[in-house]
């Protein structure tokens, strides 16, 4: 897991098919590479082998997971609703 500020942007997890990235805010980064997860902001890529990575679409996810970013870290405090950070 990555961090800005103890807010989280990025996250991976080995699962049983693929590994996935997981972009806390990147449903709104407007990549159509992404796949939505979840009811918030997040969306993540998936990769079965290295050959599945597009460096072009990571590096602009990379950059937009700094540039765009939702409050996760005070999720609870605010009941579930989300502001934007950046």
Known sequence: MWFIDDN???????????????FWSGQTFD?????????FKAAELRYTKPEDIDEGVLER?????????????NIVKRKGVLERLK
């Open 61 to 73: 996810c990379l950059i937009k997971s700094r540039d765009i970013q939702w409050d996760y870290k």
């Open 8 to 22: 989280p942007i990025v996250g991976y997890s080995k699962l049983k098919k693929y590994v996935r990235l997981l």
């Open 31 to 39: 990549e159509p590479a992404l796949i939505p997860e979840g009811s």
